[in-house]
């Protein structure tokens, strides 16, 4: 639309939408007439259920079929069936329906770790209706983790792990797949790999993985190197918000394990993040306006580190 609408410079403007022909019709009614919300909630639903579980308002087969019916999802489904692949409005084509998609979803966290189903004796993996969270359940629902985040990271942690491999174990999770990599942005992140404050170079060969773009902006972030480019601000700021839950993850997943250098790992990475430094660097860094020259004055001077600055200070 240009400048339109924009003081000083225009007052109207001229948006072309071009389109293939057999789409034409369908785009002016898009404009013209109202258009029916579907739901997203199938693509998610095993997320969903997970959250409800271990909320306690789940705890069977047929509770889930019941938490759909009160969705938006489900009356969609009865006015848009062809929209969600159901196959007849009856009701048995519905409830055969909703069952297969709670098994589905089920399964899928069942097999993520994420929960344990028995039959309502309590037999758990007998395949019946009892379904009950496990700890990595617990931990993706009050974190707002994917469930294939959980089962992703179970199959990665370990004891002693390091920085480097906490590092790679953050940046390879599923939450940062839609991180965008734009156009020329893999010449930009091999260049920012190459930078001194780079510690952990990426393999050149995926510099146009979303994941590998993580792991530079998380290391130039904790190096203080400055933005290549201004969409890298914004794009650093999401990494962090992601990594905050994720690094909470983890300290809780090496907890769960008994894995008390994994854990300390996960937890220096953590305050590493918070503060915008590696653990190494000198705590005089964390201060405002003080740069490396700054730092080695002050350690000529015998002042090497805050506890010693602040008693130098307070004397």
Not at 177 to 199: M, Q, S, T, W, Y
Not at 208 to 236: G, W
Not at 263 to 285: E, K, M, P, Y
Request: charged share 20%.
């Amino acid at each position: 639309m240009g400048r339109a609408g924009r003081p000083q410079y225009d007052r109207h403007g001229v948006a072309v939408i071009m389109v293939h022909e057999p789409k034409k019709q369908f785009y002016k009614r898009f404009l013209y007439e109202p258009f029916p919300v579907e739901s997203s909630l199938r693509e998610q639903v095993a997320d969903h259920f997970n959250a409800e579980i271990v909320a306690g308002t789940i705890t069977s087969r047929q509770d889930a079929v019941d938490y759909l019916t009160w969705t938006y999802f489900f009356r969609r489904l009865l006015q848009n069936p062809s929209y969600y692949d159901l196959g007849g409005t009856d009701a048995e084509s519905v409830n055969a329906y909703m069952s297969g998609l709670v098994a589905e979803a089920l399964g899928q966290l069942e097999e993520a770790g994420c929960i344990t189903q028995g039959d309502d004796d309590g037999d758990l993996g007998g395949g019946g209706g009892v379904v009950r969270p496990t700890p990595l359940g617990r931990i993706a629902s009050f974190y707002y983790l994917r469930h294939q985040t959980l089962r992703q990271l179970g199959g990665v942690m370990r004891g002693g792990m390091g920085t480097r491999e906490m590092l790679q174990a953050l940046c390879s999770v599923s939450e940062f797949d839609e991180l965008p990599v734009r156009h020329n942005e893999d010449k930009i992140n091999a260049a920012l790999a190459r930078e001194a404050g780079v510690r952990f170079p990426p393999d050149a060969r995926t510099a146009d993985d979303p994941h590998t773009k993580a792991s530079l902006l998380l290391q130039a972030h904790l190096s203080r190197l400055p933005p290549p480019i201004a969409d890298y601000l914004t794009d650093t700021k999401s990494v962090l918000d992601n990594s905050a839950r994720l690094l909470q993850a983890l300290i809780d997943l090496a907890a769960h394990g008994g894995w008390l250098d994994t854990a300390l790992a996960a937890v220096n990475l953590n305050q590493s993040v918070t503060q915008g430094r590696w653990i190494d660097d000198s705590s005089l860094l964390m201060l405002p306006h003080l740069e490396e020259s700054h730092v080695e004055a002050l350690e000529a001077a015998g002042l090497g580190c805050l506890p010693l600055l602040v008693e130098a200070l307070a004397g």
